[in-house]
């Protein structure tokens, strides 16, 4: 129960902000005057190997341990692939940021766009972000 | 491996069978030629895959096929492009996505 409350206690106080990637484009301020714009999406992640790993180091009895184990070792197996962040469950959160973009800025002309990829993380658990940053030539 | 193990195993990759990731977003080309959003503008969109087996991925020709089916899909002029490059993990394997959208002035 100690080592519960205690990784419970690290988990929360190790929340961490996690930057992925960053890309800038072109910033026009000769065509009029600007007004910042944001667009945000995020979706809930979590990396289910690290919490049966934690589990299993956490399991009193050495038979719940090894299968605990196993566990953790089958969910690697079955979600191989390259990752950003941890793994979420739906891929479609950030499908509609470009029309989301679009509609915030009445005249359609914007610049200074800041394509920002980020993560808040809680341990095995994290919000992943995609935020897009940007100023509406007015 | 008993029973009790083999089911929780089933149910595991039932529940977290799976999952994705998303690497990339970006946008660019709003500039100051992009027209308002009007009745004559439409946003277009391309997908295309990449399965990989095992780490072995020969080619990122699925890319060049993205771009040319959105390009296909417009005959006016294509503005302000957006990119998301994500995978979808897998049993030994993934799959490599990429979405393109613009923005259709015609």
């Not at chain 1, 190997?49 to 956490?58: I, K, R, T």
């Not at chain 1, 962040?85 to 005249?107: E, I, K, M, W």
């Not at chain 2, 990989?52 to 020969?58: R, S």
């Not at chain 2, 492009?81 to 923005?103: A, D, P, R, V």
Request: hydrophobic share 40%.
């Amino acid at each position: 129960m100690q080592k519960l409350i205690l990784v419970s206690a690290l988990l929360l106080l190790g929340a961490c902000a996690r930057l992925d990637h960053v890309q800038i484009g072109d910033i026009d301020q000769s065509n009029g005057a600007l007004s910042p714009i944001s667009v945000k999406v995020s979706e809930n992640g979590v990396e289910m190997a690290v919490v049966a790993g934690v589990a299993a180091e956490l399991a009193s009895q050495s038979k719940r341990n090894q299968q605990l184990k196993e566990i953790r070792d089958f969910l690697a197996l079955i979600n191989m692939g390259p990752r950003t962040g941890n793994p979420v469950f739906f891929d479609t959160y950030a499908q509609n940021v470009l029309d989301a973009l679009y509609q915030q800025c009445a005249s359609g002309k914007i610049t200074g766009i800041r394509n920002i990829r980020e993560g808040k993380t809680y341990g095995p658990v994290s919000g992943e972000i995609v935020r897009i940053d940007a100023d509406c030539i007015l | 491996m008993n029973f009790k193990l083999v089911f929780t195993l089933a149910f595991t990759l039932l529940v977290t069978g799976c999952t994705h990731s998303i690497h990339m977003v970006h946008t660019d080309g709003f500039g100051a030629s992009m027209t308002p959003k009007t009745e004559s503008t439409k946003i277009v969109e391309a997908n295309s895959e990449q399965t990989v087996f095992l780490f072995f991925a020969f080619d990122t020709d699925y890319v060049d096929q993205a771009k040319a089916d959105l390009e296909s899909k417009c005959h006016g002029d294509l503005q302000a492009i957006s990119t998301q490059y994500s995978t979808s993990h897998g049993f030994l394997h993934w799959t490599n996505k990429i979405l393109m959208k613009g923005i259709c002035a015609s």
